[in-house]
């Protein structure tokens, strides 16, 4: 399949970033959106390529977090090219995504935008309460990443608003963390995921389940299942309540390693 | 057993690891393949495609002022549509329509054709074209197609049913004081063999010589040629097809489209060249299918283990047509001729039922029948050995035909040529270190379960005309002819009818005429690839080629060498018979000429020559058969051992093993990349491929993303050991391994994963083994099956 014909061009500006028109689309790695495109689930009028704007490739370091443009690619956060606020978990998890060439090209921004329920920085992103910058044209407003996603490819990104930044809070020195995604092969989307965050110092508990077609779910009462007073069996079925048997095996076990990460009690490299 | 081995490890002839010599153009980007050619003129063909599964089509709107540009059934006059039916009775015909006319039979089907500049406008044009249809209940499972109230996929039939077979060999007395009768239903899923290039076509009509020139990426050009000259109603004199570099194959590319009929039938239309590329979305979702069986199997076997009757009913969901040339019924011919594998057994009963349903044809993918056959029988012998409490390896020596029986005639009359199987499997255990495994799961806790399985079976290959003609289809291969021309340079040039694309023919039939007749491999230049240049051939499948163009590039080159022996001879002042040929050189004796002086001799100096010189000079055809036609038997043992993961269903492979027997190894090398390609391929079957279909017939898996490929991560490392027992049938000993590796894996897997969950009373049967099905069976063990 071949795209239908479209126009295209480069923003330099934030500006002309935003100036956008029915029909037009912006686009940075094109790692999603280009194959939708060709297959033409996705049309536009124009794109616009916003992959080098200086505001959306600006890392901004503060005292409490570190703010990605949204430009940032996948490879430059697992390359350690840009601050990791979380020491070395979030390296991780983008040398995880997809395959090299996928995270040559893709960035952060346009992954969250994309909203495709499986993929990595949806649910890791929530799992640090991250928190997304968006720009419009009279300024900015931010979302929670836990109110940032709406539904399966669907955000709370209005109809001039563009994505540009994600700031990610640094945990304390004693935090722990805990992500672990089940995929069958390299490369694939997850067919479940979990992370677990554990941050003493800010008083930060945090435990989500991810690839579930849906947005991501930030369980309750997130202590009582890193202190194990309830099991990942116990709480997962009444959290994904309505859906098949598979789905909470599978989850089961993604939130039951993702603790054992956080815990260092991981056995055999699972 | 290795006393017969003939591999030499260096060297350049017969069982030499040469290196490829097509690889020099593949691995510089230098190959040519149809998505690379362009003529002056040609136009771009996209085919606007029945978005549904089963419709009737009431009207087709096309664009206005589009006459040139937009075709539909009606437009394609004198066209017939595809026409494949087997010779076996009962059969029920079919017609696969170039593009839909009155019904559409699957999601993906053609139905009209539109042709612009570029394909992104030849796509545009399709979205202008609508289709008026009405809907009607798709047959989308094949176990419900025989049901009274199925609908008729076509009308005129009163059954969805292609063709029934049953044979029944002392079934019901062999059964008799049987200690173990274990009952099975077997599942595999339909797949897409995915070659990394698609079909294409570009199609040129010539109006000086009256000659359409396809250029296709096919396996088998003469077959082509035949097909479209009859559909198009030409001459086979003005048909030629041409099959460049083409990227895979694997049974994909053996067939007849419609796609390729209609491009030509519109390169003579518009009297311009018409080039269709088959995007990959084309590929998966309405064309590429294979497969797809259900087995409902019981086994009776002995207290020993002895089998004494295996009792099948297998229904092949052979999809809405009977494709050129292999038929609709081609896997459930096979199904019930070789579902007994390499075991003696006394009694055997099989039904098998070709049914039509509502998805694209199925088309016979490397291995064909012989991958789901083998996972249904392999798993059914552990069931076996698990009911009596036996070893998987003893239940299989108690019953597999023995090396002291060779040349074996098995209950399905398969003649077994040669070979040691029991020895296979000991080498595969050993290899595999089945002990250590079982001491292993002695001990076992967390979440992870070892186990290891084994699969054993043979591959006929090479088989001919009594074989096909006995399963029915209507292209039956015969004999296969080469020729040989030496160059004036004393170059050899081979011309074969069949097709490499992949397989190393470019090397290994070089090697063959270097055994032959001593010309370098460096010097032999194969043509193939063209009806134009080449002798009539059935084309590349059925692991044919090392064995019938081998013996006929053998027998052409003998013959070729013969006729520079009797110039040399001349040359030499000797007499022919006391001349040999060796690396370049004719020798009598002490004194010697070379072959490229014999060339020089024969071509632009024959006032040299004497005067009862034989005048057909330096270029012949000759004819190779077999000894006998029913094809030689390579065989293998594969050995897995694998961890399964409890709470994921994830499986992972862990070690691989495969003892494989391809007779004498013309390029082992080769044989190895053929066996780890096939491997690679079967460990698909076994745990990734599949292509759902929802209740309406929508195929559920159009993209790579959704249609899991195995991919580098998952392969272990494969260790391949050869035994070499020569066929008797063939010129060099050689058997045909083409197809070996992808039929193995599904059986050992399955069996592995079986052992790792025995002991949790869990067992699965359908592949792919997928999380969700491991998880499925764990908890129907347990007595949770989900909902």
Known sequence: MKAAAFDFDRADTLAEALVSETGDKPVAGNQSLGPMMNLRLVRARRLIDIATVPELRAIVETPEYVRFGAATTHAEVEDGETPDPTSGWMQAAASNIAHRAVRNRGTMGGSLAHADPAADWVIVLTGLEATVVVARPDGERRIRMADFMTGPYTTALGDNELLVAVEVPRPGPAARWGYWKFMRQVGEFAKASATVLIDPENGRHLCALGALGSPPVVLPDPLAIIERRVSAADVVPSALAGRPLQSFAMHIAALERALARALGEEEDGA | MDTNVKSKPTGKGIGSSLLRQEDERYLHGRGRFIGDIRMQGMLELAFLRSPLAHARINGIEKPADSAERVFTAQDLVGVSGIKADSGLPGFRSSIQPVLAATKVRHVGEPVVACLAESRARAEDLCELVSIDFDELPAVHDMTKARDADAPMVHDEWDENVFLESAVDIDFEASKAGAASVVKRTFKTARQCMAPIEGRGVVAVWDRHLEMLTIHSATQIPHIVRTGIAGCLGLDHGQVRIIAPDVGGGFGFKSQLLGEEICAGWLAMKLDRPIRWLEDRREHLSGSANCREHYYEVTGYAGADGELLAVDCEAIVDAGCYSTYPFSACLESAQVASILPGPYRLKGYRCKTWSVATNKPPILPYRGVARTGVCFAMEVLMDALARDLKIT??????????????????????????????????????????????????????????????????CEQGAHGTSVYHGWGIPMVPGFEQAGARLTPDGGLELRVGVHSHGQGL?????????????????????VHGDT????????????????????????????????????????????????????????????????????????????????????????????YKTVQDTGTFSYACHAVKVSVDLKSGSVDLLDYVIVEDAGTMINPMIVDGQVHGGTVQGIGTALFEEMPFDQSGQPLASTLADYHLPVAGDIPPVRIFHMETPSPLSRFGQKGIGESGAIGPPGAIANAVNDALAPLGAEVGEIPLTPERVLDALAAATGEKSP
């Open chain 2, 532 to 623: 134009a240049y080449t002798p009539y051939s059935t084309g590349t499948w059925g692991s044919r080629c090392i064995v019938m163009a081998g013996g006929a590039v053998g027998a052409a080159s003998a013959a070729l060498g013969d006729r520079i022996k009797h110039i040399a001879a001349h040359l030499l002042q000797a007499k022919a018979e006391d001349v040999t040929l060796q690396d370049g050189m004719a020798y009598a004796g002490t004194s010697s000429v070379s072959v490229e002086e014999v060339a020089k001799t024969w071509y632009l100096k024959p006032q040299l020559l004497p005067d009862d010189v034989d005048p057909r000079g330096l270029e012949v055809t000759e004819g």
């Open chain 2, 506 to 526: 470019e090397t290994t039939l070089a090697q063959i005429a270097y055994e032959e007749i001593g010309v370098d491999p460096a010097k032999v230049k194969l």
């Open chain 2, 392 to 457: 998987p390896e003893a239940i299989r020596r108690r019953n597999l035909v023995g090396p002291e029986a060779m040349p074996f005639t098995n209950i399905t009359n398969k003649y077994f040529d040669s070979g040691d199987y029991p020895e296979a499997l000991t080498r595969a255990l050993d290899a595999i270190d089945i002990e250590a495994t079982r001491a292993e799961q002695t001990n076992q806790i967390g979440d992870k379960r070892v186990g290891v399985g084994l699969s054993i079976f």
